[in-house]
């Protein structure tokens, strides 16, 4: 169905009338000027983040559903990554011509599961048009006792520097996904051409015949034999809500974290200049899962530098206290990772190679604003 045939309030009501808080601080929701929360005795955190087409994300490969759980996730991530709960979320949208009805009904799907998955309500939100691609800007509200909040700043020499999962999968998917996407164009490219030649000869018969094989291209059918894991990890993140809860039940308490998002590397100099201080990061032991490693050696790209600045991870880095070391061992099962340590300001941040050798660690990581 077309936007236009719905209209701003129609589309409005059309997605958020099934809505139904599910959180005591939620006083109301959706509906009037403003939302209205209720925490008497938390402190409140909030963050957003904007996802453009063609800069965070293609809709040549991703879904419409994937992304809007995937919106939700990452937004969902920063909350868990200050050691919160996260509650409320507002979702605004500037919608591009080219989508229908359906394209935003599958966006809220994915986007309510996500929401569902954590028990946020969503609260509101601003729907406008687009000349360009979609934009999406969500903001996430959580909640966190004072004295449970996990900054960026409070890394301690001697601390253990920890991170959950495996990293580079989501960049080695988002690798997959554009060559795929590029074998696609390639094959489009080169029909065209001798469509075009078959046209500039006269051959009526040959047209048609490159005519059917052309509409056969529309079921190009790309090669993911092997690689699910590098796709989910790329289309379909998860926010890590889960370690948040294992950390608790374990009583312990980071002294700095941050999500992964836009690569290991990158991260880490973020804690450490907040912090004041350096680390030692073991190449050894950064966690990198099986199909990352096949996929980096496949593109002949090395798989350290994948999982150290590829991106898009939404995994949890965070500094613990010495003490905490069994405890930490004891998780690691449950994918919680020792990495390194954090030393000195003066020792700088560095990667320990797996021949011993000692490497600056830069921000290579994903820079929107970069070249
Ligand atoms: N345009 C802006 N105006 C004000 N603050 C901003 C702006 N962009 C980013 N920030 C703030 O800068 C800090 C770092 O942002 P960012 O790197 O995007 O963090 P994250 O990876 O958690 O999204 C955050 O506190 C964020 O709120
Ligand atoms: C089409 C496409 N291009 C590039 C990327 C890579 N990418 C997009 S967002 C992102 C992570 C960080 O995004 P940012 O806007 O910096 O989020 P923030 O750090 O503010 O949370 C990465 C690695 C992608 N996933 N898809
Ligand atoms: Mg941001």
Known sequence: MEIAKLGEFGLIDHLTKDIKPVNESTLYGVGDDCAVLHYPESEVLVTTDMLMEGIHFDLTYITM???????????????????????????SLAIG???????????????RKACEKW??????????????????????????KKEDIVYRNGANETDLVCVTGDLGAAYMGL?????????FYQQVDAMNKKLQ?????????????????????????????????????????????DVINLLRENNIHPTAMMDISDGLSSELLHICKQSHCGCRVYEKNIPIDYQTAVMAEELNMNVTTCAMNGGDDYELLFTCPIGDHDKLDALESKGIKQIGYITKEELGARLISRDNKEFDITAQGWNALKE
């Open 175 to 183: 690798q997959l996904l554009e060559r795929e996407k590029s074998v």
């Open 119 to 144: 028990s946020v309500d969503v609260v509101g939100g601003d729907t406008t048009a687009s000349y360009t691609g979609l934009a999406i800007s969500i903001t996430c509200i959580g909640e966190a």
């Open 65 to 91: 559903q994937e992304l809007g759980y995937k919106a939700a996730m990452v937004n969902i991530s920063d909350i868990f990554a200050m050691n919160g709960t996260p509650r409320q979320m507002t979702v």
């Open 97 to 111: 011509k080219r989508l229908k009805v359906e394209d935003i009904e599958a966006f809220y799907d994915g986007l």
């Open 197 to 241: 030649e078959a046209h500039k000869a006269g051959n009526a018969k040959l047209v048609e015949h490159l005519q059917q094989e052309a509409r056969k291209l529309n079921d190009f059918q790309p090669d993911f034999a092997g690689k699910e894991y590098l796709l989910q990890r790329q289309l379909k993140p998860e926010a890590r809500g």
